[in-house]
């Protein structure tokens, strides 16, 4: 194998779990050249901005017209690929048949069992291998099943995600912090949408008050983006409480900085989350509607707390939807208390 097309059409949690599997092929096959397409550059102007991992990110986005499609699948023909991987979260119908245009020699996809007509249409189409997309199976382990139907010989399965750090303490200063001293909160989630995911907001008001009483000495930080402040967290700034926001104030970089020298992080299940798995932090991820099989953090020193109401795991196996199940269960979260987090919170501090 000389040259690799990935499929990078996820979010930023999912293309870091397909880290491992990058690193794997590379490897495997150190001469390979791997090339990513997505909509966007965040996986090579980010994730993995300082690594040799990748070749290429070409960027073609959903939306563009099917004229320019066409043309960079017949462009891409000089580049003589031997494979392309189509993962569960990143198969895009135009990718699948523009891999012809771009005469790429073999498509690995994922197929949902359940999908009868697919599996049937698939199995006729040349050059194609149909992984069958496994219940209870976590994700860094279902890009793994991709690579060995292509080499069809096991591999030795590395779980350890990993991003770009540039560590540069800059952003502590901006914030007047300093190392190891501070906390930080992610109160909101994806741009501040509605989502059972999300611990309420009534929720972290009090976990920060009990914060601020019994560890004076730690900063508490918010981190996200601007939809994140706008819908969550510029709510908690009338509430007389001592926080310190940072959401819509910092690059995507300088977030991961606030997440590497921090004591501790609590997010919810997102790419921060991810992107605190990936950096080692102390991480607590706070887990409901999601199917925690699939997305768990896999990392020594992150714990995860579940909340086990009526919708607990109801996203299991690609089902539900965490907008309209919020609706169904507006208190999805709440089995996880103040007291449950502070209490993990309190282990940390304690045993380091």
């Known amino acids: 194998m000389t040259r690799i097309l990935i499929s990078a059409y996820t979010g930023l949690g999912n293309f870091i779990l397909k880290t491992p599997i990058i690193k794997e092929i590379k490897e495997l096959y150190p001469d390979v050249k791997i090339d990513l397409i997505a909509g966007n550059g965040f996986g090579t102007e980010f994730i993995l901005r300082n690594s040799d991992l990748v070749n290429k990110t070409f960027i073609l986005k959903e939306n563009d017209s099917i004229w320019k499609k066409m043309k960079l699948f017949i462009n891409m023909k000089e580049n003589n690929y031997d494979l392309i991987l189509l993962a569960f979260d990143s198969n895009r119908k135009f990718l699948f048949f523009g891999s012809y245009l771009a005469k790429i020699k073999t498509r690995i996809i994922h197929i949902n069992l359940k999908s009868k007509v697919k599996m049937l249409f698939f199995s006729f189409m040349p050059s194609t291998t149909l992984v069958p997309l496994l219940p209870s199976r976590h994700e860094i382990d279902l890009n793994f099943d991709l690579l060995e139907a292509y080499i069809n010989k096991p591999v030795q399965r590395n779980y350890n995600t990993f991003i770009s750090n540039t560590k540069n303490k800059d952003i502590l200063v901006k914030f007047t912090l300093e ?66 926001n940072t959401a819509g104030l910092t690059s995507i970089d300088e977030v991961a900085n606030l997440l590497y020298f921090s004591k501790i992080v609590v997010a919810n299940d997102s790419g921060i989350m991810h992107m605190a798995n990936a950096l080692n932090c102390y991480l607590i991820a706070l887990y409901g509607p999601t199917d925690y099989t699939r997305t768990r953090p896999l990392g020594k020193k992150s714990r995860i707390l579940y909340s086990k109401t009526d919708c607990f795991c109801k996203m299991y196996n690609f089902s539900g939807n965490e907008i309209k199940l919020l609706d169904e269960y507006p208190t999805c979260m709440d089995g996880i208390t103040v007291e449950h987090l502070y209490l993990e919170i309190y282990k940390i501090l304690g045993e380091h």
């Not at 001293?181 to 907001?201: D, E, P, T």
């Not at 939809?227 to 700034?237: A, K, M, V, W």
């Open 179 to 244: 190392e190891n001293r501070y906390i930080v909160l992610q109160v909101g989630a994806a741009n501040g949408i509605k989502s059972a995911k999300k611990w309420s907001i009534d929720n972290f008001e009090k976990l920060i008050k009990v914060l601020n009483k019994k560890y004076p000495k730690y900063n508490i930080v918010t981190v996200g983006d601007q939809g994140d402040y706008e819908n969550d967290i510029r709510g908690l700034e009338n509430k007389n409480l001592d926080f310190i």
